[in-house]
Structure formats: structure tokens, C-alpha cells
């Protein structure tokens, strides 16, 4: 996922110093910054975003009709683009493709013949709209525990080491996780 565009954060600083009972100054931009940075690591833990983006996904064409989105919930589709080895470009009309189960199970459904013209394998860039009208409070919960306990035992953001999720921020992730459903969930 290539993001189109710095993401809003979820959870506000003064959101963050309410349900944490924060009292006394704060460096608000500490503050800012953890939440960005935890709000990131529950997005990538639970494939959902938390507040509206535009992004992009990359893929070959030739893999069939339907391709499955790998975040929810999906917007809308903003564009699907395509390059060939030859250096040919092109760009798939709005009625080439289909938007299917966009909060539970983002699929993209391509019309009968709308990848023709497209040399198999080619780099598809497909760009979408992501995320909710409002953050899953499960999810801005997560976030408020992965900052406090950052923010508490001092984490520089800056490190390249990722630093550990306490149990129950990991609990509220897994409870909201994203993932692709597979053939043994249809039975």
C-alpha cells in the first residue's frame, strides 16, 4: 500500500489527554507523535485504517476478474491505471471495474473484458479511497494504550526498533483484524 497522502490522525491530543486523565503541561508534539506512530502500528496490525486516505495498490494483471482489496473498509475506487513492459500506458475507464462488499470484504470486480487490452503481467496501479467515516473506538482505544505506554516508558519514536504492544492494546487488535477470507470460511 502506497499512501497518496499523510493520514489524519484517529485520536486527537485532547482526546488522548481525556481518556488518559493527563494533568499538567504536555509537549503536545511528543504527544502528536506517539499517537501517529501507534495509530500506525494498529493500522498495519489490524489492516484498517482509521480515518479516510487515498491510497494505492500495485499488482499484476492476468490474475483473473476479482481481486481482493488487502485493507477494509474501501470508499470507493478512484482509479486503475496499467503500464506495459513496452512502455505503454493506460488508464481503465470508471466502468471497467466494480466495488463489491467494501466494509466486510473489499473486492474489486473487473467487467467482462475490461483487462483485454491489458498485456498479461503488466503492473496494475489501482487507487483507492480507505477508511471509516468515524474510528472503531476498539481501534482509538488501541491507540490510547500503545501511546500512554510509550509515552510512560519514554520510547523515542525515532528508533528503528519497533517497540512492544502491552497485552490489552494486542487483545483489541486481534479482535479487529482484517483478513482476506478463504476458501475453508466458505463452507
Known amino acids: 500500500m502506497i499512501l497518496a497522502e499523510i493520514p489524519p490522525l484517529g485520536v486527537s491530543v485532547e482526546a488522548y489527554k ?3 486523565h493527563w494533568e499538567g503541561d ?4 511528543r504527544i502528536e507523535a506517539c499517537l501517529a ?4 502500528a ?9 480515518t479516510p486516505r ?11 476478474r ?6 477494509a473498509p474501501v470508499r470507493e475506487i478512484l482509479g486503475i ?12 475507464g470508471a466502468d471497467a471495474a466494480w466495488l463489491l462488499f467494501a466494509e466486510c470484504e473489499p473486492q474489486i470486480l473487473f467487467a467482462e473484458g475490461a483487462l483485454a487490452a491489458v498485456p498479461e503481467g503488466s503492473p496494475l496501479a489501482i487507487t483507492l479511497s480507505v477508511g471509516p467515516d468515524i474510528v472503531p473506538p476498539v481501534l482509538a482505544q488501541a491507540v490510547i494504550l500503545i501511546a500512554r505506554d510509550w509515552l510512560e516508558a519514554g520510547i523515542a519514536i525515532e528508533t528503528v526498533e519497533s517497540p512492544r504492544i ?22
Open 166 to 187: 502491552a497485552f490489552g492494546a494486542r487483545a483489541l487488535i486481534r479482535q479487529m483484524r482484517y483478513r482476506r477470507p478463504t476458501s475453508w470460511c466458505r463452507r
Open 81 to 92: 491505471g496499467w503500464s506495459a513492459p513496452d512502455g505503454t500506458t493506460g488508464d481503465l
Open 66 to 71: 476479482r481481486w481482493w482489496v488487502p485493507v
Open 26 to 29: 504536555a509537549d503536545n508534539s
Open 18 to 20: 481525556r481518556a488518559s
Open 37 to 40: 506512530a501507534a495509530q500506525s
Open 54 to 64: 487515498r491510497v494505492r495498490f500495485e499488482t499484476a494483471a492476468g490474475q483473473g
Open 42 to 50: 494498529v493500522e498495519t496490525a489490524t489492516r484498517r485504517p482509521l
